[in-house]
């Protein structure tokens, strides 16, 4: 009896894997995004409170996905497409309010959050440099982003949409590049739906701040 052996090297399983999980990934991102856009699309004539409740609600789905990771890979996609769907919702009337009042500035920003995304994705999967400190310190310099936002919102400072904007896309870079380093260090495939939650956060919240800057051009 003729007996073959392949030999495989060590790093072809890992790597296979980790091609595996940024293809399962990217598939999440992309079924996120549908979903949020047909929230938008649902929801675009919705009151603002209504708005409210499906934030809540979207983060709670965010939530869920802790628990339900412990015991069902299905439920975790499930609730993953809720969180896109409610998101969508809740954001409905603000992006209804850019189709019909500057709908250019819709089509820039996301021709924007596209490369962005495309370019800050990249350097973060090719980089070997460890981007936990950078991670680290965008999500102190997001809670003084809110902070500066609250104040904002009580206090008139010149320019300060745009200073706004452009801290939270340096920001948002940091994450993004962290975030798909996430996704080039890992083979789990279990965590796949949590990288895709934290790359559309990445990809909603650069949208909505180019928004808020194309939309000021175009005011003036």
Known sequence: MNES????????????GTHTLFARTMGYVAATAALFALGAYLGRGLAGGVGIVAFIAAFACLIGMRFAARGSLQLTVVLLGGFGLLIGLAVAPTVAYY????????WEAGGATALFIAGFGAAGYATRRDLTAIARACFWALVALIVFGIVLIFVHIPGGALIYSVLGLVIFAGFTMFDFQRLRRSADISSAPFLAASIFLDILNVFLLLLTIFSSQEGN
Do not use: K, M
Not at 99 to 106: E, I, T, V
């Open 5 to 16: 052996v392949v030999y495989q090297p060590a790093g072809v399983t890992a790597r296979d």
């Open 99 to 106: 189709a019909s009042a500057d709908p250019r500035a819709l």
